[in-house]
Nanobody
Framework: VQLQAFGGGLVQAGGSVRLSCAASGRTFSGSSMGWFRQAPGKEREFVARISWSDGAIDYADSVKGRFTISRNNAKNTMYLQMNSLKPEDTAVYYC??????????????????WGQGTLVTVSS
């Protein structure tokens, strides 16, 4: 499985960015995909996740109402639309695939494959 994340960049506070994560290498029936982020000096934290089969979605409290995760099954691609960005959203954003299971979805170690990360910088 290979994941490629792109779409990051520099944006002003209050602006929007859309991240994409293209997956290749196998089908994803029964699995889920997620977005995590890691700011300098901080641990990697959960942002959002989406089930590949039924589209069930969860968000971190810090991004609820501002970020929207979605998927295109035909293209094996996941998206993260980020609106009303804040300086504290600045981080490297990673996409990840979890092959099975749905518990502990906020735990990075539950995910099997990771993309290379894309930097989002929000200026104040």
């Amino acid at each position: 499985v290979q994941l490629q994340a792109f779409g990051g960049g520099l944006v002003q506070a209050g602006g929007s960015v859309r991240l994409s994560c293209a997956a290749s290498g196998r089908t994803f029936s029964g699995s889920s995909m997620g977005w995590f982020r890691q700011a300098p000096g901080k641990e990697r934290e959960f942002v959002a996740r989406i089930s590949w089969s039924d589209g069930a979605i969860d968000y971190a409290d810090s991004v609820k109402g501002r970020f929207t995760i979605s998927r295109n099954n035909a293209k094996n691609t996941m998206y993260l639309q980020m609106n009303s960005l804040k300086p504290e959203d600045t981080a490297v954003y990673y996409c990840a695939v979890r092959l099975s299971g749905y518990s502990d979805y906020k735990t990075p170690q539950r995910y099997n494959y990771w993309g290379q990360g894309t930097l989002v910088t929000v200026s104040s």
